[in-house]
């Protein structure tokens, strides 16, 4: 069975209402995994998605900030969450598809400003959070299953506009790149869009900073895909939606898209 699965940081889907539905209609992805809700999951706008084709949610919300969603044409099952490093966010969701496979939905803390855990707590929460993932993923090895979201990271030279000037900044610097990496080795994840598209920058994030972020270009990979290795040579068709960047009142995230035959 194929399908095709998104991933993508909303940045408030209630505010951005209207861009989701764009992108649903659009693109008809099967199934649409959000980011950064910032709605308890009662607020989030299911009718008008549920309109489109989207019959089935599986949410974890709160009033604000962060926010998971998985939104779905197929049949899905609640599949429970985990609170990484016991922040009490809402940063993870899973749900369960007909054929077996498990998604994990994921949103990384950001990490703040300072690349230093002592000097800064939210840098700290993050690499408690990216440990816990690791230890979870180790101790109950995931098969049949995908892992998508912002994960805040930009692990390779080529998913970054300049490695060398962000090798201090957060997001890019080796201890977070170090952390992820032991994410994906705890459970042989594969990185589905380099496996797609091995060579070359690649962008999913442009900061709301820069005046004219098309032309700068000035971005960052900090939205993933992955998959366990029993399911990952079925995806195929990988692609980060770029001009969604430029469309009215944007997120500063695009989404990134695989497609699955399972």
Known sequence: MPFTLATWNINSVRLRETLVSRLLAEEAPDILCLQECKSPVEMIPLAQFQALGYRYMVARGQKGYNGVAILSKLPIVDGGDRDFAQLGHARHVSARLENGVTIHNCYVPAGGDLPDRD???KFAQKLDYLTEMRDFFRWERPHRAILVGDLNIAPREDDVW????????????????????????????????????????????????????????KGRRLDHIWATPDISAAASGSRILRPVRGWQQPSDHVPVFATFDL
Do not use: C, F
């Open 162 to 217: 300049d490695h060398k000037a962000l090798l201090k900044i957060v997001s890019h610097t080796p201890v977070e790149v170090d952390h992820l990496d032991a994410v994906m080795e705890a459970g042989r994840w594969q990185d589905v869009t380099r496996n797609d598209i091995p060579e070359g920058r690649l962008y999913s994030w442009w900061s709301y900073r820069s005046p004219d972020w098309d032309g700068a270009d």
């Open 119 to 121: 000097e800064n707590v």
